[in-house]
């Protein structure tokens, strides 16, 4: 499985901006989803988890409210939709696919990680 993430950029605090990623491979909706985020000087952290069916979604509580994780399975893609930015969540985003269809905040449980997306939220 290859992680293409796309859709980042510069935006001032209050904006919004949706990231996508793109699957590669066969059974995509059968892979849990997740995003995750890494900030300078900080370790990566979950933000926002879907299972293959898209039922199920859980988010890290600072962006409860303000994203929204989504998948489109007939196109092997899963979103971020990220309203209401704030200069803390300045990060490099990642997208990563689990082999269980789940949603789950343990990174170990990720098997396939896609590189980066830079988001910058200025204040």
């Known amino acids: ?3 293409q993430a796309s859709g980042g950029g510069l935006v001032q605090a209050g904006g919004s ?3 996508s990623c793109a699957a590669s491979g066969r059974a995509f909706s059968s892979y ?3 995003w995750f985020r ?3 000087e900080k370790e990566r952290e979950f933000v926002a988890t879907i299972s293959g069916s898209g039922v199920r979604t859980y988010y890290t509580e600072p962006v409860k409210g303000r994203f929204t994780i989504s998948r489109d399975n007939a196109k092997n893609t899963v979103y971020l939709q990220m309203n209401s930015l704030k200069f803390e969540d300045t990060a490099v985003y990642y997208c990563a696919a689990s082999l269980w269809d789940s949603a789950t905040p343990v990174s170990a449980e990720y098997s396939y990680w896609g590189r980066g997306t830079q988001v910058t939220v200025s204040s």
């Open 1 to 3: 499985v290859q992680l």
């Open 17 to 19: 901006l949706m990231l």
């Open 32 to 34: 849990g989803m997740g």
């Open 38 to 40: 890494q900030a300078p």
